[in-house]
């Protein structure tokens, strides 16, 4: 019997399978490789990427885990935020003076001030509600957060707007991968909040591409990793559990005395078949939004505009903001080095309107979005590839809140974990991968001790 088998190779299962190393623990990924929607891939001193791509840092879950793993980590140079509208781009200067530098109607102009200060008004009274209060756990203060303005749409809260003042707010707001009529006002908020920067933020950038983080863990679990293995049900016996799934097309189980189960909600809501019902109901109210991204790699030679940039918003394209992975070589190093590396990123509607071609066509489309965004950067690029996410990330829905509660209950032996737990995204899946394991470690060691006691009984 093993001490814990962890279902799913995320980030959110490779940290607890990380924690939980020392034990006799198997990882299932029904995936080819580890990772989930972290995925990048190195091209000499750049790396492409497809999926997370800056992280916590500091005191986070995210830190704590890259420090133990001994992974790198280093601040993103240059400026982090740009925006190109209506013919103009901009790359430098505070995010907050963007709107006002870009050509557009007086009426969406007017809009875009008074919306812009409702929004500023409610990410001053958010930042309060997100700070830690003494004597509140990690989940009471979780709990708040969804709560924050969790009773109608971020559509509903900013109301009607001239279009361009909506296109202005919708790439803030969509990196959730939810469209503004999804997505809650306190998530949206809560968004506007990051990329101004208030209180921290995402700043950290994995030296060699986030896969970096992901694949040095996998190394670490050896033969007790098994990809391509498809999990069909976890069920409880009396003090453990079993693992019933495919690898190769063959059927096997496992029993062990504790699962992680580290998987879309979706997943988690089919294969945990005894879950408690209000805890498998939660799972199936848990709402993802889509997103396609591309990676491209570039052969330029020499110093370009956006070398400079790290994420460019831009509104009315088929992507909504522009990567420049390459920045990070960028902003240490004494010669420029020829080419670069940027990655697209289409959520929600964005990303629904691409889904059904294929990747020449995706290519096509976003290599003509970005040469007006970054002229001359098309006639550069050596490599080029799409990646899709039709179950993309979990975004936080009106009424949302209600779902926390049985969410967080523990279930017998199976625990839960992934970033559909949370606000945070990567260090939510992180924080509840490393949660999971801590409970797990302290159940092991408990069964220990009764075992040892039985034994010297019996003796």
């Known amino acids: 019997m093993k001490d814990v088998v962890i279902v799913g190779g995320g980030i959110a299962g490779l940290s607890a399978a990380w924690r939980l190393r020392h034990w006799d623990t198997l990882l299932l990924e029904s995936e080819g490789r580890v990772g989930g929607r972290i995925r990048s891939e ?85 930042s309060r509600i997100v700070g830690r209060r003494k004597g509140e756990t990690a989940a009471e203060r979780q709990q708040r957060i969804y709560e924050f303005l969790n009773d109608r749409s971020f559509k509903d809260f900013i109301g009607d707007v001239p279009a361009d003042t909506q296109a202005l707010f919708e790439p803030t707001v969509t990196r959730s991968a939810a469209d503004i009529d999804q997505l809650s006002a306190g998530a ?19 030296v060699g591409g986030p896969s970096t983080l992901t694949e040095s863990i996998a190394a670490s679990l050896g033969g007790n990793l098994r990809l391509d293995a498809h999990v069909d049900e976890i069920a409880h016996k009396k003090d453990s559990v079993v693992v019933r799934y495919r690898e190769n097309g063959v059927p096997q189980e496992v029993q062990a005395r504790t699962v992680v189960l580290a998987t879309p909600a979706t997943v988690a809501h089919r294969v945990a078949v005894d879950l408690d019902p209000d805890i498998r ?20 030679t020499g110093r370009q505009r956006w070398d400079d940039a790290y994420a460019i918003a831009t509104p009315k394209r088929s992507f909504n903001v522009a990567l420049n992975m390459s920045n990070i070589v960028r902003g240490h190093e004494r010669e420029r080095q020829p080419g670069s590396s940027l990655m697209t990123f ?22 003509d979005d970005l040469d007006q965004v970054l002229p001359g950067f098309a006639d550069h690029v050596v490599e080029a ?8 990330a979990p975004y936080c829905f009106p009424g949302r809140a209600e779902l926390q509660p049985a969410l967080t209950r523990r279930g017998g032996r199976v625990f839960l974990a992934g970033d559909y737990l949370g606000t945070l995204y990567t260090e939510t899946a992180i924080s509840s991968g490393l949660s999971a394991a801590t409970e797990i470690r302290s159940i092991l060691a408990t069964d220990r001790q009764t075992a040892r006691r039985t034994l010297s009984s019996a003796a």
Do not use: C
């Open 281 to 300: 109901e939660a799972l199936s109210k848990v709402a993802y939004g889509p997103y396609v991204s591309a990676a491209f790699l570039s052969n330029e």
């Open 42 to 126: 190195r091209r000499g001193p750049y790396f492409l990427n497809w999926g997370g791509h800056v992280y916590a840092g500091g005191n986070s879950a995210t830190g704590w885990l890259l420090n133990n793993t001994g992974v790198e980590a280093i601040d993103v140079p240059g400026s982090l935020s740009g925006l190109s509208m209506n013919g103009r781009t901009i790359m430098e200067g505070r995010v907050e003076t963007y709107p006002f530098r870009i050509p557009m109607p007086l009426q969406a102009r007017i809009g875009m001030v008074r919306t812009g200060a409702k929004v500023a008004l409610q990410v001053a009274r958010y």
């Open 346 to 367: 289409s959520p929600g509607s964005l990303a629904r309107g691409l889904l059904d071609h294929d990747d020449d066509t995706v290519r096509r489309i976003y290599l």
């Open 188 to 206: 949206g908020v809560g968004y506007f909040s990051l990329v101004w920067g208030i209180g921290g933020g995402l700043t950290q950038s994995i």
């Open 385 to 392: 590839e799409v990646q899709r996410f039709p179950t993309g």
